[in-house]
């Protein structure tokens, strides 16, 4: 049997217990060995049960102190690297100076992606402030007919050696006929809400006024239920009896699709240093069937959109210091360049002293009496071709002295283009860059603007809001208006080009020089083109008009000798017929 034993088996597991057991027995010599054994046993696995439950307890607790350090770890870490984004965005946004596009599509997408939601359950978007767009083509000039050519309108004279003028101050506006407009939008996946961008939103609607009317101004909105929201009347001004019956009925949130919902609403004001308010950021989180989740907007986010739109004021802000300092090298640039064109225009004193001596009282000699038109015939009088012709003739030389003198007019205009021909090359997408900055469109530039897209063979459609126009000014703006040949004007479209003079009436290049660098140089160059395409087109008429002239002169001649011919044949008959007559009575 004890070759059976498995002794290494009770050395691994009991030996060292009983070992210990017979030593303690050893040491007591107890009266009962066995029994004292036995108990010292029974006493060991209890007191070793204790001992693995109490290192378990120590275990788990070791597990969980780990874990929850490891968590706290990764919250911090967590926090620390959403803070880090948050503060690259920051910087990120305060950055884009030059496109105020990207500028709101950034600012949206980052108010909502670095919310404590990371987006789900809310949406953001960016509505700048905007005055009423001026529609050229709604001036009172007499639109031509069809194949005409449009009246040109008077021009605003001015005297190119006068000062620009101070650049304007910065300051607030009037916002009296400003209106909202939603730029940009940021919403979760399958929430779409694009179709917001472009909407306005007019005075009077909705509660986004009281952030910019200077007596109900607030520095934000926050509605926690905008369903049941009912706020102060927007038209409010100090002085108005709190219980006057006329007063407006109370404002309530504006529900862009058309169905209240419920949810809460935050906006702030996009503020510049100059305060003017430029736009505004809103959050909300108003439920529909594509997203919101209808609850209240944390503080935290409020606090988060405040400094995003923070950044985006301070972009604006760089662009418009920018601007400024480009434009006050405008002024030194354009006087340079009315110089250039006055010394070129200047009469050469040599050549028109090796021209000839004016003859004697030529100065003095009076002016060629203007010839009197031929009589008009009487009512129901035919007028005979003699009197035709007489009549054509006259139109002709009046047509032939009209030419003349645009003829002159077409090579002086001719001569300025070529001083000015190479301005076009300065506006280029870099150049453009100070224009496209402007979150609201200085009028005069935007007007020079226009008419050179006109020219370029744009659309009406497709640079009707500033936002528009916008997206038109790069490189390939510049190349059509290179690609123009202001000489040729069998392609001019009549009502194009009733926009081009229709933008260009009243424009004056001391204007534009206070709004900015590039639209002054752009209407120089503009100005001369549509100045050499008018003359071109004069004299392009005034020729046809000659030929038709000639031509009908010719017509008549003709009828006129044909009639002679057919008259003298008519003699020959009647002389012959006599004679035939004659001969036969003698016969």
Known sequence: VLDKIDTKFLKDTVADVVVKACSACAVARPDDPVGFVAGWLEQF??????????????TVKAAEETADVEA?????????????????????LASLSGDPDELYIHAANYALRLSSTGGTGVRAYVADL??????????TLEEPGEGEEPAVAAETETDETEDTGSIPEPGEPEYGKFFFRYVAVAAAKGDDQNFLVGKKLERGVGVSFCMVDNTLKQPWIDIQHVMT??????????????????????????????????????AVPIVLVTGEVAGMLCLDSVKTLGGGNGLAIPDTDKDWVRLVA????????????????????????????????????????????????????????????????????????????????????FKKRDREKRLAVAEVALLAT?????????????????????????????????????????AAGFKKFEFDTWSLTRKLLGGEFRTKLQKLNPNDVTKRDAKAWAGVHKCLAGVTANAVVRESKVGAVLHRWVDA?????????????????IEDFENEVEKTQERIAEAVADAEAAAEAEAAAGGAEAEAEEA
Do not use: C
């Open 72 to 92: 706290r770890a990764e919250t911090a870490s967590a926090v620390s690297d959403h803070a880090q984004r948050a503060q690259a965005a920051l910087a990120h």
């Open 45 to 58: 696995v209890e007191n070793d049960a204790i001992l693995k439950k109490r290192v378990g307890e120590l």
């Open 130 to 139: 905007e005055e009423p767009e001026e529609d050229e083509m709604a001036a």
């Open 529 to 545: 083109f549509v100045a050499v395409s008018d003359a071109t087109l004069e004299v392009t008429e005034l020729k046809t008009a």
């Open 229 to 266: 929201y009912r706020g102060p009347p927007l038209e409010t001004r100090e002085g108005d009896e709190p219980t006057d019956p006329d007063a407006p009925p109370p404002t309530k949130v504006h529900f862009v699709g058309g169905f209240p919902r419920a949810g809460a609403f935050f």
């Open 310 to 393: 923070a950044a985006a004021a301070t972009a604006m802000d760089a662009a418009a210091a920018q601007r400024r300092a480009t434009l006050l090298q405008a002024r030194d640039e354009q006087t340079a360049i009315v110089a250039a064109i006055a010394a070129a225009e200047a009469p050469d004193e040599s050549e028109a002293a090796e021209g000839e001596a004016p003859k004697e009282n030529e100065a003095d000699a009076e002016p060629e009496p203007e010839e009197d038109a031929p009589p008009e015939p009487e009512e129901g009088v035919q007028m005979s071709d003699e009197d035709t012709i007489k009549a054509l003739e």
């Open 414 to 454: 001719q001569k300025r283009l070529a001083l000015v021909a190479h301005l076009v090359d300065l506006v280029d997408e870099t150049a453009l860059g100070e224009i496209r900055s402007a979150p609201r469109a200085p009028k005069q530039t935007w007007r020079v603007v226009k008419a050179g897209l006109y």
